[in-house]
DNA sequence: GTGGTCTAGACCACT
DNA sequence: GTGGTCTAGACCACA
């Protein structure tokens, strides 16, 4: 995972989708256990301030669970895999949002349609257990 | 144009948004003019500073045109239709973003296709003269 | 004179500018009658307001005279070369303001003293009475 | 940096002159901090918006980058030293007004290149990391 | 009438 | 602490 921290993304909302694309591609497993947030903190050079807040925002969305006096942990896939309409309202927004964008950047909807099957693609929404290399994240 | 107070987005984004929308879909057409500053304040329920900012922005962007003493005007397509390769990759990066976030929402890929034609299709790239009605903004 | 309708500048500076310009070379000479404001206006597609404020700014100035129901003429040349410190000083400050843009622009030095040959040189400070052509003014 | 409050020119585009005045004099060094939007607005007596707006415009510009928490920072030379033609026409239209300017002045050609060289000498493209004293600002 | 600038003061998100 | 957004209301320049 890197932190690009000239994006306009908050660098605590990075986290979050970071660690969410890592849990997407298999390489954490329900259960595993993440970084603590100091050394979180340390391997991405930011406040641990910062990466609290990630893990909080985590947890109040179900993705991870944390016990205390042990860790953080992914949650199990039942639990977060839960369709909340009210959230798949936001993702259709988001991507109209996009699509109008797209217009105005001379992009067009096959160029749009074959982003979609390369970032799948790239994401692999693998859910056996196939880890995928993670060295340079 | 409806603008949501609740959302997360700011109001000025929204309206920047709102008026894209409408030049996408013809409803405005090159050379006409927008409502004035107080006018969309008014009808929009927003202070007009914040309309102010919203239409800067998109003079910036090269969407509109303002005219000193005379009102604010929907650009030549020509000027607005180029390609910024930065902008292209931070549309590509916001696609991904709601991958991710689709495949936590148990949201699979063909779905997200077909909303994505859905979208296109009600947006119709239009570029002809033929106006859409706009009750269903 | 051409006024440029999407120029930053205010109309009635661009008249203003305009009519210096002419005066500097040599096309308007001490004594010549300058259209009327509606004419003015009428040739350059201007409101005859715009206009006006153009000529009141100028007489301000001592550049042009207005005679009640005959028209608006050239100044003498002794009354309008007078040098005001104070206008000399913002003239300073003009220029220092373009040094700097320049840097910032990567303008170098010999290439803004070019420029100032040049634009001297195109204006032809001539005060004889040679005319030059204005027709595409 | 001084405001001056009976300037023809805003505010905000004073402080964005002053700035870029003194990062062409080598008082601020490429990631060096500004004073954070409420401090400078206390030094300069102005409103907090105002200066925002002139961070903001900077911004715009690549001559500065904000980072959020953080505080603002002065821009790599590289990232701003680019050149864009459009802006350079529109500095030799300004060069262009004040040349007709100074010939109303009876300030003559010798005498503008004269300050011209006057100028660049006093901000001195200094890229080193000599500072100037800022006591004459 | 138009948009542009400025102020004062509030609230929020981020670090 | 930082900057970002929003409001309310004032004044000005321009057409």
Redesign the interface.
């Known amino acids: 995972m890197i932190i690009n921290?000239?994006s306009p993304y908050?660098f605590y909302e990075q986290v979050v989708?970071g660690i969410?694309?890592d849990i997407?591609q298999g390489i954490f497993q329900p259960g595993d256990k993440l970084l603590s947030v100091r050394e979180m903190a340390s391997v991405l050079m930011l406040n641990p301030n910062t990466v609290s807040k990630a893990y909080k925002t985590l947890e109040s969305e179900g993705?991870i669970v944390t016990v205390r006096g042990k860790g953080t942990f992914v949650s199990d896939k039942q639990q977060?895999?839960?369709?909340?309409e009210q959230?798949?309202g936001k993702?259709?927004e988001?991507?109209?949002?996009?699509?109008?964008?797209?217009?105005?950047?001379?992009?067009s909807?096959p160029e749009?349609?074959s982003?979609?099957?390369e970032?799948?693609e790239g994401?692999g929404?693998n859910s056996d257990g196939s880890k995928k290399s993670s060295e340079d994240n």
């Not at 977060?80 to 909340?84: A, D, G, L, T």
């Not at 988001?94 to 992009?107: G, M, P, Q, R, T």
């Open positions: 921290k000239n908050p989708l969410k694309e997407v993705v977060r895999h839960y369709r909340n959230q798949v993702l259709k988001a991507l109209e949002k996009i699509v109008i964008e797209a217009s105005y950047l001379n992009v909807l749009l349609q982003w979609l099957a970032i799948s994401l929404g």
